[in-house]
């Protein structure tokens, strides 16, 4: 049987040295589904070979292959055109080294090409240098709040050891207020930061930032104004009552106006998403995109278009058991509100408490389309307002923990 499989082998190697240009067919075609695959796949191995074939190294290798070329072209003209042209001669090592250099080459100019660009969207992910000063200078003025915050519960802790409670009462609603007063300056500046990370690529894109309380259904007090909200949301998959509404899933995000860096936000309805933990249950209001599944996955989601979203998120939960209960009327309310809202595209960002749990969701928004340009400089936006991300949920923190003193 190894004599076997040794004379198979023997005899294709055999064919191949015999049919030179079937060979050379095989080679060509090797290459160039190499050079489609680094320049097409997304893979992070693939990424560093490209962004890596831009250096000098990578540069000095492609001037040599270039030189090996053209001299074997200038030299060899005759017996290359004999060996690789009319295949009147077999390919000998100048043939070989030849071959070689072009492969090489086209491999280079690929990976390199792919490289430059992967690099050019690197360099726009980055903030500009005006960012980073008034980054840093926001930050400073908000950590200053952070501080006096931090400084009220401290000073709390201590009166209510010695006031009396009605008091303690009064200095207690008086920091809630105080604390509550800081939550919308802090967001003015994660918006004003947004504002000019893109003004000098893009001109002005206006930027908005509003805030998504996640309270527990368990939790939820009736209240006229928020029942009316909750019936009015269209994003609740079974509508039947707003008892059915509430009993489908775990949690509520509502947003609270009050924070909302909009200038029409205070005057708005709130908006109201279900939250389902998966798993928990079999039937549930399905997350859509956006806050719920910010929380779902706990990471940053990048929305570049609000128009294509609906139907992206019609097709994922048609495959599930949602499907059974998807309508046409569903299908329409969530339709009909994205078509009247002015939000073009978002980026919905989880906060965190100390205990790592999720208390609410920011979301940055703009009536402009892909307004961060792509999935990446959207990620480096994320990372450089986390600081900022920091302060707002110690603000949020802070106000639970004053209420519940």
């Known amino acids: 049987m ?3 499989a040794e004379q198979g082998s023997f005899n294709v190697l055999e064919y191949l040295s015999t049919h030179q240009s079937v060979a050379l067919i095989l080679g060509a075609a ?3 589904l190499m050079a489609i695959a680094i320049g097409s796949l997304n893979y992070k191995s693939i990424k560093s070979i490209c962004i890596y074939s831009t250096n000098s190294v990578a ?8 030189v090996v070329w053209a001299s074997s072209v200038s030299i060899y003209n005759t017996q290359l055109q004999a060996q690789i042209v009319t295949h009147t001669s077999p390919i000998d090592a100048i043939g070989g080294v030849f071959l070689l250099a072009n492969s090489i080459a086209i491999v280079l100019l690929t990976s390199r090409y792919r490289g430059e660009k992967l690099n050019q969207e690197l360099e726009k992910s980055l ?3 005006q960012v980073l000063a008034q980054g840093a200078d926001l930050h ?7 501080e006096q915050v931090a400084g009220l519960i401290s000073e709390l802790k201590y009166k209510k050891l010695i006031l009396s409670q009605s008091d303690f009462v009064q200095h207690k609603t008086h920091a809630l207020k105080i604390s509550s007063g800081f939550i919308k300056p802090v967001m003015e500046s994660i918006s004003a930061i947004a504002n000019d990370w893109t003004r000098q690529r893009h001109g002005n894109i206006d930027y908005f930032v509003n805030i998504f309380s996640v309270i527990d259904v ?5 209240d006229q104004d928020l029942d009316a909200a909750i019936l009015k949301s269209p994003f609740f998959l079974f509508t039947d009552t707003i008892e059915s509404r509430l009993s489908f899933c775990d949690k509520l995000l509502i947003s609270q106006q009050q924070f909302s860096t909009c200038e029409k936000g205070n005057q708005e309805v709130p908006l109201v998403f279900p939250y389902s933990i998966i798993g928990t249950r ?3 209001h399905p997350n859509f995109e956006g806050a719920p599944i910010a929380i779902e996955k706990h990471e940053a989601r990048y929305v570049p278009d609000t128009k294509k979203v609906a139907d992206k998120f019609f097709k994922q939960i048609e495959n599930s058991y949602h499907g059974d209960y998807l309508t046409n009327k569903y299908k329409e309310n969530i339709r009909l509100y994205y078509k009247n809202d002015n939000t073009r595209s978002f980026l919905a960002i989880p906060l965190y408490n100390r205990d790592n749990e999720i208390i609410a969701v920011i979301n940055v928004y703009s009536r402009t389309k892909n307004m961060l340009s792509s999935e990446d400089r959207a990620k480096a936006f994320y990372e450089f307002i986390r600081p900022q991300l920091h302060i707002v949920s110690y603000l949020i923190s802070s106000q639970i923990i004053i209420a519940e003193m």
Do not use: A, M, R
């Open 218 to 222: 368990s939790d939820y007090e009736k």
């Open 2 to 4: 190894n004599q076997t």
């Open 59 to 66: 540069n000095l290798l492609l001037h040599l292959s270039g």
């Open 30 to 32: 090797l290459i160039i």
């Open 282 to 284: 079999h039937e549930h």
């Open 127 to 129: 903030p500009p240098t």
């Open 140 to 146: 400073s003025n908000n950590l200053k709040l952070y």
